[in-house]
Structures are given as C-alpha cells and as structure tokens.
C-alpha cells in the first residue's frame, strides 16, 4: 500500500529556517499532484503550496516568497523549505498526494502523518 512519509519539523525561532520531506513508498505508481497543507490548533486545515507534474507550483499568500516547494521525481521525494519563520506558521504540517496505483482507473489522495512545527516567538 502507498505510504507517504514524512520527516523535519520541530521547533524553530521567529526569522530561522526549517525543511520537511515527503517521501512517498508502495511499489509502482503515478505522479499527478503533491502538496503540503498545514491546521494550527482550532483551525481548519489550509493549503499551503501544490506542484502539478513536477512543473507548476503555487502558492498560499501568506507564505510566498519565504516558502518552498520542490520535488526529487528520482526519489519520490518533496520538500518545503521554509524561511524567515512566524509565530503564525506553528502548525502541524500534513504531505498530500493524488496518485495513480498499478492500473487504477483514478488518482487516490493519500496523506503523511503530519509533523509538528513550532515557531517561538
């Protein structure tokens, strides 16, 4: 079965910098999109960037231009490298993924287990 796996976060001061990784495991399957959501305590969970087919990123508002995406096709891999931190990026960060599995007629979202990262002020 697919697995996303996801690595990093943790605690960090305001203005620092962190990464996180999803690597995606199960045998034989399709990119089609990944992304990277994130739901502080008492929020809904939100978007916070996307990549379609390895090419076109996109972006929440209010983490352009200090986050990241990118993603290692060799690897299965993506990452988001987060900089200059604020307290209102504390959140536990989910991976997502929309995949095609063996000869499935339809993309399957699958998600990580999430990982804590915390922003002191």
């Known amino acids: 079965q697919v697995q996303l796996v996801e690595s990093g976060g943790g605690l960090v001061q305001a203005g620092g910098s962190s990464r996180l990784s999803c690597a995606v495991f199960g045998g034989v399957f399709s990119f089609t999109s990944m992304g990277w959501y994130r739901q502080a305590a008492g929020k809904q969970r939100e978007l916070v960037a996307t990549?379609?087919?390895?090419?076109?990123?996109t972006y929440a508002d209010s983490v352009k231009g200090r986050f990241t995406m990118s993603r290692a096709s060799a690897d299965n891999t993506v990452f988001l490298q987060m900089n200059s931190l604020k307290p209102e990026d504390t959140a536990v960060y989910y991976c997502?993924?929309?995949?095609?599995?063996?000869?499935?007629?339809?993309?399957?979202?699958?998600w990580g287990q999430g990982t804590q990262v915390t922003v002191s002020s």
């Open positions: 997502q993924a929309d995949l095609f599995v063996g000869r499935g007629l339809a993309a399957v979202t699958y």
């Open positions: 990549i379609n087919n390895g090419a076109d990123i």
